[in-house]
């Protein structure tokens, strides 16, 4: 029998960042085996050749290929992880929907509509978005939907906003939906009425929007193969901005067969967590809930794993869905003192994680309200008391009492930020014309949260975000500001953490999170060989600058996938 032939990457010549605690803050050389993409020794180049020798000599392989990757002195470090995305809709929406910017017009939104649908077959639908928050009074009239109406000529159109909850669909999909005018929604949801008239006007927030998005897929929605292109179109976009390994937030029966083909064919370059919906107040999907999570273990494979659940306790503040411990301001709808609901109480959300943590499952659980996140933590305290050690997460908690920031790191529940989303810019306006200006502005408590010692791990959210760049995010976290100049000011300063907590953020942390901690996340011998390099060192730029560095190249267990 021959012996092993090893093939070894040796990547050089280079500032290699290793963001791992314990170890050696930078090093010189790393090497990989590129059977499994294995880290096999780093530091300097000297003794990591000396390792990789003693490696092949006990491996008896006798003539051993060494590949050396120059990397031409340039700044590299782990690859990104994303803890909360929603890759596959980000890809669908690149590949076969209308996509619009939310900082655009009624004007500009309508133009779009107009331009896309003379593209269109007369039965297609206008599917997309999004539409910024800000818009949704000047949306929930008759006379917008009738313009909507004219600019689809006709035709079924449903288009979703920047939270991704609420939508914006024509009098044509609400006939298909079988929506009319004494539509009452199940699930909490609401549809937004003309106030002169009391008709309906097309706009239909959180579950209300079910029933179109069903419709849309009975008219043909996705087939497999445009499945699994939108999630290989989605991975390919994170590789460009040097994610290496993510969290989808939402995973449907489609999404996640889709990730399973990928990884079998050895095309999906990231490692992959897919959260399974429990409930559904915006997608539509089918199956869901006790179905879906029995079977989501089917698709397991060597790189993607069905590890979690995801729930949605409230919904978006913006829509006064998110649950609130005080008020929102008053409107007419709601009276003066409306703070919003959580979609159960905490008897049921305790029955459903204790479920889940029986098979072996975490909880990724949706909170914008500081009262969600509080009943989040007053249930998974009450599951600590019981020895249930299931990961778990608050997503956004844009919101959080303050006498509930030490209590995340108390109980071991990890806090899923989106720094994307929450600076100057459209959501945070349309947050402050609902909630108190003292409170609007105190959004992610950050730094709070860090020196409590809880778990923070950053997430894009995209595409609720326009973008995954994590320099985005990051250069987010360290000044508070909008990094492309759209919105001034900044939001809560006090907030603001260093350079390389927002680094943590977005990768050791973050895996760490989602359970990949063991696997990627920092550069240590026996983790993946997930890599990137930087046009610049991020810690020789202004701050403000970060936004602006560019990823060269991505590795993915060793090998170049950007």
């Known amino acids: 029998m021959s012996a092993p032939v090893l093939a070894v990457r040796l990547f050089t010549n ?67 992880v994303d803890v909360h995305n929603h890759h596959a809709l980000a890809g669908r929406s690149a590949l076969f929907e209308l996509e619009v910017s939310p900082t655009a017009s009624l004007d500009e939104l309508l133009d779009a509509v107009r331009g896309h649908a003379s593209t269109l077959g007369a039965d297609d639908w206008v599917v997309g978005g999004a539409w910024g928050s800000t818009l949704l009074d000047e949306l929930a009239t008759r006379d917008a939907l009738r313009r ?175 649950a609130f411990l005080e008020p929102y301001l008053p409107d007419d709808a709601h009276g003066d003192h409306f703070h919003g609901h959580s979609t159960m109480d905490p008897d049921e959300l305790y029955d459903w994680l204790r479920r889940t943590a029986a098979r072996g499952l975490s909880a990724k659980i949706h909170c914008t309200g500081d009262a969600s996140a509080r009943q989040v933590l007053d249930v998974v305290e009450r599951l600590r008391a019981e020895g249930v050690t299931a990961r778990y997460q608050i997503a956004h908690g844009q919101f959080v009492s303050d006498a509930d920031i030490a209590r995340f790191a108390a109980l071991d529940v990890a806090a899923d930020i989106s720094p994307f989303i929450w ?78 907590d927002a680094l943590a953020v977005f990768t050791l942390s973050a895996a760490t999170a989602m359970g990949l901690g063991a696997e990627t996340g920092s550069l240590a011998v026996g983790k993946s060989a997930d890599l990137i390099t930087l046009d610049h060192d991020p810690f020789e730029v202004p701050p403000t600058a970060l936004h602006t560095l560019r990823v060269a190249r991505t590795y993915f267990a060793a090998r170049r996938v950007h």
Not at 56 to 62: E, K, R, S
Not at 464 to 481: D, H, M, Q
């Open 423 to 500: 600076f100057p810019g459209v959501i945070p306006d349309a947050i402050a014309a609902v909630l108190p200006a003292g409170r609007a502005e105190r959004m992610q408590p950050n730094r709070a949260l860090l020196d409590s010692g809880a778990l923070v791990a950053g997430g894009s959210d995209w595409p609720v975000s326009e973008s995954p760049n994590p320099w985005e995010g990051i250069e987010r976290l360290v000044t508070r500001a909008d990094p492309l100049g759209r919105a001034s000011g900044t939001l809560w300063p006090e907030q603001a953490i260093s350079l390389e």
């Open 148 to 322: 909507l109406d004219d600019a689809a000529g006709g035709r079924a159109v449903m288009l979703a906003d920047d939270s991704r909850h609420n939508r914006w669909v024509s009098s044509r999909a609400l006939a298909l939906a079988g929506i009319g005018d004494d539509f009452v929604p199940e699930g909490g949801g609401v549809a937004l009425r003309d106030p002169s008239t009391g008709a309906l006007t097309g706009v239909l927030l959180e579950a209300a929007g079910i029933p179109v998005a069903e419709a849309q897929a009975r008219a043909g929605g996705l087939d497999a193969a445009q499945h699994r292109a939108s999630s290989k179109k989605g991975v390919e976009m994170l590789s460009g901005f040097g994610v290496t390994a993510f969290q989808d937030a939402a995973a449907s029966l489609d999404i996640l067969a889709a990730l399973k083909g990928l990884d079998d064919d050895g095309e999906l370059d990231a490692w992959v967590v897919s959260s399974v919906l429990v409930n559904d107040e915006i997608f539509g999907f089918s199956p869901i809930g006790d179905e879906l999570i029995e079977r989501a273990e089917a698709f397991r494979s060597a790189h993607h794993r069905p590890d979690f659940v995801k729930i949605f306790l409230d919904g978006v503040p913006p829509a006064r869905t998110g």
């Open 14 to 80: 280079g500032r290699i960042f290793t963001g791992h605690p314990g170890g050696e803050r930078f090093v010189e050389c790393v090497a990989a085996s590129t059977a499994d993409g294995r880290i096999l020794a780093l530091g300097g180049e000297a003794e990591v050749r000396a390792a990789v020798d003693a490696w092949v000599q006990d491996a008896g392989a006798p003539d051993p290929q060494i590949e050396l990757v120059d990397l031409g002195g340039a700044f590299a470090m782990p690859g990104f």
